[in-house]
Antibody, heavy 119, light 110 residues
Framework: EVQLVESGGGLVQPGVSLRLSCAAS????????MSWVRQAPGKGLEWVSD????????NYADSVKGRFTMSRDHSKNTLYLLINSLRADDTAVYYC????????????WGQGTLVTVSS | QSALTQPASVSGSPGQSITISCTGS?????????VSWYQQHPGKAPKLIIY???NRPSGVSNRFSGSKSGNTASLTISGLQAEDETDYYC??????????FGGGTKLTVL
């Protein structure tokens, strides 16, 4: 069974950095591209970033480019999202999601980790 | 990349059919057959219900179906049930190699 478990969220002050993690199990982690999707409270889903199975290719939404860095560690079957210079509008539940083999849709999702940016 | 346009809400009675639209542009919905739909219950993770415009993952009820015409994709739910009452999101691949979601539609079963 595919399992994705996010962690690392919490209440943080504006301007600090935060690293989110997503522990993957139940599948061959390095064979799948992965993504982060966020959802602000009471709002819709927003695609944030993705990374190839090898980790060699990353893509970012324009709204986060330059502040967010996505990476993966195959020895730990873990996905990461480093968020720098956190802002109030980064407040959201952050989901990690697995792309299907085709890269065009998300076939498995974690339960999400809440990041709240507030002073 | 602007969000795809979905109606904020739709409603229907048990047993009826409803359709949720998802309008984009030739750079996303209209340019690729890579539209997917997700169902999200409150406080839960999204669940894939339709991919590649009209394909259903294993285990998803055949009451859910998808289609596309031009720049607009549609999700149809037939034989509405109380358990269908929740939020639905469309998503598309885009010409800039990104993904874009719709704003979401709240389905109410009357």
């Amino acid at each position: 069974e595919v399992q994705l478990v996010e962690s690392g969220g919490g209440l943080v002050q504006p301007g600090v950095s935060l690293r989110l993690s997503c522990a993957a199990s139940g599948f061959s982690f390095s064979s799948y591209a992965m993504s982060w999707v966020r959802q602000a409270p009471g709002k819709g889903l927003e695609w944030v970033s993705d990374i190839s199975g090898s980790g060699g290719t990353t893509n970012y939404a324009d709204s986060v480019k330059g502040r967010f860095t996505m990476s993966r560690d195959h020895s730990k079957n873990t996905l990461y999202l480093l968020i720098n210079s956190l802002r109030a509008d980064d407040t959201a539940v952050y989901y990690c999601a697995r792309y299907s083999g085709s890269w065009y849709h998300f076939d498995s999702w974690g339960q999400g980790t809440l990041v709240t940016v507030s002073s | 990349q602007s969000a795809l346009t979905q109606p904020a809400s739709v409603s229907g009675s048990p047993g009826q059919s409803i359709t949720i639209s998802c309008t984009g542009s030739s750079s996303d919905v209209g340019g690729y057959n890579y539209v997917s739909w997700y169902q999200q219950h409150p406080g839960k993770a999204p669940k894939l219900i339709i991919y590649d415009v009209s394909n259903r993952p294993s285990g998803v009820s055949n009451r859910f179906s998808g289609s596309k015409s031009g720049n607009t994709a549609s999700l149809t739910i037939s034989g509405l049930q109380a358990e269908d009452e929740t939020d639905y999101y469309c998503s598309s691949y885009t010409s800039s190699n990104s993904r874009v979601f719709g704003g979401g539609t709240k389905l109410t079963v009357l």
